[in-house]
């Protein structure tokens, strides 16, 4: 990473009115590195090719983010936190993951159209309803991972109105229910319109084309008509930007989450 393009984009966020951020799926949290637990490799062989628990698996994942924890993902949280400190932004993340939500970024100025943890749906969406996490189930799949439970203990949520699994409110459920991310989407549309015409810094991290249509297209079309709009796009591979913006925008290839995590180190 280049300490000069690293303290060009500090600058750069600095002098903007206004900043908007995409974090697309090379942000996501690395699920494999819970292979490196133990008792998270014990589990995943004994639910082994079984539909049936499969369930459980992200209980886990949620079970392990929210314990405390120190590795590249909350240092690259810091230093982005560090950067829009005072600043007007906004974040779109694409992330399922929901580490953002514990970065110490304002959650009100957090938008995730993919879902995440903190709520729960019916898989198929019999009602508009979304449910808290239920906090049996958690505390249940807590003792298995204690090995104080079996995995026979263990009882799948089930929607009460239709008999269908309730699944956390993430993309891949049978009918995903965009209730959960539509009214901080609107704010986000409302706070959008205040960037016409404004000094506005774009930052895209990790931003690829699994869903163009909802960051990676609609920040370029803004850089296009904003003439004082530039764009940071930080990608291992798809770090490219087309000739109509190239003029106000950088490509970096690297990988964001490493970019984001040495950061600090190179603005001083």
Sequence with gaps: MSDSRSRELYERVQGAEMVLVGLGEAFQYDWNALTEDERYREIEDEIGDSEEKLWIVPFLQRMILLQSRDDKWKRAYKNLRDILAGKNYFIISLCM?????????????????????????????????????????????????????????????????????????????????????????????????????KRLCVLELGVGMEYPTVVRFPFEKIVFYNQKAFLYRIHPILCQIGEEISDRGCAIKDDPVDFMEYFEMTVV
């Design 97 to 197: 993951d929901d580490y953002i939500y514990g970065s110490g970024l304002a959650e009100d100025r957090i938008v995730t159209p993919c879902g995440g943890f903190r709520k729960m749906q019916c898989d198929n969406h019999c009602g508009p309803e979304l449910y808290d996490v239920s906090q049996d189930n958690y505390d249940a799949v807590l003792q298995y991972y204690r090995k104080e439970l079996s995995i026979d203990d263990l009882r799948e949520p089930v929607c009460k109105r239709c008999g269908s699994k309730v699944r956390f409110n993430q993309l891949g459920v049978t009918r995903y229910a965009e209730e959960g991310y539509l009214e901080r989407w609107n704010e986000y549309t409302k706070w959008l319109q205040g960037t016409v015409n």
